[in-house]
């Protein structure tokens, strides 16, 4: 198994494209952090020492301006959209703000939200803080699980969709448990009520196929430090839907989102299209070091990448079977990978301690989420198939030697 699967990995170079300073540490994080790419470091050295300091407000005039909808249409190409709908600014949570804040107003009738338990939680804050500011007069649905957070009550969730529906918002792939919604089928349910959907795509774009378009999905939001290595804080993006653009409006008004910003007329008139979206100057550092980590998952194709995830999270589920299941671990992620990101969760009532003794003892960093999950994400731009076997094999001699028992139960801040 070993060798045949590092024969397959037809994507086996692309690891060179990374910075690695530690060859031994089995990196299982890059669902919440990517890897630097070693263009991305070579982009933010080149912007500070050139565009900014030698090009100084001159910047401005050399691509500056365009970036956010020029990097959004390099975006567009991995989640299946046309150009002009996609741009990159702010934070996840601030363009879901934007976003549910308009698609609201655009159905003012209809009072309910349709969401998951499962959600990202900051997503259901966010949530929760529109409703508050429209006098509560919206209700939120949170349709649970029926296998501990495994997959979503489907029935459940299509009963709660009903005309009163203004929106339909949901993580593509579920953080904890991995599981992956078919978004054409969920879209098309929520449009027969009437409803707009909004799908957050932080879990899935760049691991996975993504077909905005070909959904008809109304509005999506990501972010792009963790399958898209853009580094910490790296700038978010959002999409709207053309048919959709004219019809709508930003709830923050900002000088970037203006009509003729450079005018500085008295009153807002709001740009054409996505760009409406926009609210205050972008934080262009960031955005170029993001852009330039995108180019080795343009190179790679995201279809090639799928592919890869697919025998990654296969062999891991095996290996969970197979090495883990006699000490108590059970698979947290679904068992069929057309219904699965590339991450998987295994579970253990110890999960807090064993993950805290692989990060300190084993030189292997995964992460871990309440109640009993360690998650592992596997990037397939850069983890190896010896990394996965490598994981497990750590993962296992932390359970034969009991390492992790010495570490306290009490859940304080992880990796």
């Avoid at 053309?242 to 900002?254: H, L, M």
């Avoid at 890869?308 to 095996?318: G, H, N, P, Q, V």
Wanted: proline share 5%; charged share 20%.
């Amino acid at each position: 198994m070993r060798a045949s699967t590092r024969c397959a990995d037809k994507l086996a170079s692309f690891r060179e494209a990374f910075i690695i300073t530690d060859p031994n540490l089995i990196y299982l994080d890059g669902n919440s952090l990517g890897r630097t790419p070693r263009v991305a470091a070579e982009k933010a050295k080149q912007i500070v020492d050139e565009q900014w300091g030698r090009d100084l407000i001159r910047g401005w005039n050399k691509g500056w301006w365009d970036a956010p909808a020029r990097v959004g249409d390099k975006i567009g190409q991995i989640i299946g959209t046309a150009k002009g709908q996609v741009i990159v600014c702010d934070t996840v949570s601030v363009n879901l703000y934007k976003l549910v804040m308009a698609a609201l107003a655009y159905q003012p009738e209809k009072k309910r939200i349709v969401t998951d338990t499962m959600n990202f939680p900051s997503d259901l804050y966010i949530l929760q803080g529109c409703v508050e500011q429209l006098g509560n007069r919206h209700e939120i649905i949170r349709i649970g699980s029926n296998d501990n957070e495994l997959t979503p009550d489907l029935a459940a969730l299509e009963s709660a969709i009903t005309e009163d529906t203004a929106l339909v918002t949901l993580s593509h792939v579920l953080f904890k448990s991995g599981y992956l919604y078919d978004m054409k089928h969920i879209t098309e349910i929520a449009h027969k009520k009437g409803a707009l959907v909004l799908w957050d795509l932080s879990h899935s774009v760049g691991a996975l196929p993504i077909a905005l378009d070909d959904c008809n999905v109304d509005f999506a939001i990501g972010c792009t430090y963790k399958y898209l290595n853009g580094g910490p804080g790296a700038p978010a993006f959002l999409y709207v839907n053309k048919n959709i653009q004219e019809k709508i409006s930003s709830p923050i008004w900002g000088w970037w989102g203006q009509n003729n910003p450079f005018a500085f007329g008295l009153d807002y008139e709001p740009a054409p299209g996505a760009a409406r979206f926009l609210v205050g100057t972008q934080p262009m550092i960031s955005l170029f070091t993001m852009e330039a980590a995108l180019e080795p998952t343009l190179q790679a194709g995201i279809d090639s990448l799928r592919a890869k995830s697919i025998l990654m999270t296969d062999y891991a589920s095996f290996l969970t079977e197979n090495w883990l299941a006699p000490f108590g671990f059970s698979l947290g992620s679904p068992v069929d990978s057309a219904q699965r990101g590339s991450h998987i969760s295994i579970r253990h009532p110890e999960g807090y301690r064993i993950n805290r003794a692989l990060i300190e003892e084993m030189n292997v960093i995964p992460d871990f989420r309440e109640p009993d999950n360690i998650r592992l994400g596997f990037a397939p731009l850069y983890t190896s198939f010896m990394e996965v076997w490598e994981g497990f094999d750590r993962i296992k001699r932390v359970m034969q030697e009991k390492k992790y028992e010495k570490y306290p139960k009490q859940k304080l801040a992880v990796t």
